[in-house]
């Protein structure tokens, strides 16, 4: 054991929607500058469990800690502030701001500056450098003055990567964050991750095997709410149990979705 707690700890969460039970007693401990995915057959409970770590909804058992200190119970703003950050898909960008207002937006709100209230020069610059720099991280300079809602749907997804990291969180969780995308830009998304999250310890919901090879260090099963197994992807894809989780979905060495998704928001092979 280090001395340090993991970066991310769940101990026996569980969560029940009435009297069905969705997420049964999952304990997970994420390392500081650990990529770690979670994948599962459709309906596991990736999407609920992230829900539970970013606070949106309530427990029905056990903890979550960040850096050793329990979230659980707290709002999803206390917990954005305690420095884990979630990507909503595009939920959280101002389409009829541009790229870099949205982006000068979230830094402001970390620096606990709002639009209307008088603002301190020299902290604006600072906020103005921030984003600045996050636009750069993102490779959408080009864009920097263009509506948000006018960015392709790739170019969109990285401005809500850009957006976590305005709040600067050293935890990040993506929602599959190529859903969507075709294979060149899965790629491009891929070393964009890498490189925005380099230092940090990453949680990510992925179906497409070939992403959870390139980027994670360790991978997790569900598979009805419980987890199968924690492992290297390596080890992973070879394991018999998480092959018969995915009844019916050959592996499929070609395509590197070696576990496929009937999941409806998939791009086109
Ligand atoms: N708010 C809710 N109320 C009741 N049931 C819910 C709620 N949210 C999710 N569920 C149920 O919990 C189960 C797990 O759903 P969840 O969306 O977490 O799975 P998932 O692994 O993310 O699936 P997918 O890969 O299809 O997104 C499903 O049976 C779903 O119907």
Known sequence: MSASPPALE?????????AIPVVRGVDLQIPAGER?????PNGAGKSTLFNLVSGLF??????????GRSIAGLPPHRINRSGLARSFQITN??????VFENLRIGVMARHGLRFGLFRPVA?????????????????????????????????????????????GADV??????????SREETDRAVELIREVTAGKTLLMVEHDMSVVFS????????????ILATDTPERISANRAVQEAYLGEEPDESSGRDFGQDSGGEAAP
């Open 10 to 18: 769940l101990v026996g969460v569980a969560k029940s929607f009435g």
């Open 36 to 40: 770690h995915a979670v994948i599962g």
């Open 58 to 67: 309530p427990l029905s058992g056990g903890d979550i800690r960040l850096r």
């Open 93 to 98: 960008i101002f389409h009829r701001l541009s």
């Open 123 to 167: 902290r604006m610059r600072q906020v103005n450098e921030e984003a600045r720099a996050i636009l750069a991280l993102v490779r959408l300079e080009a864009r920097a003055e263009d509506l948000a809602g006018d960015l392709t749907y790739s170019e969109q997804r990285a401005l809500e990567i850009g957006m976590t990291l305005t709040t």
């Open 172 to 181: 990040i969780l993506l929602d599959e964050p190529t859903a969507g995308m």
């Open 215 to 226: 980027l994670c260090d360790r991978v997790s099963v569900l598979v009805y709410g419980e």
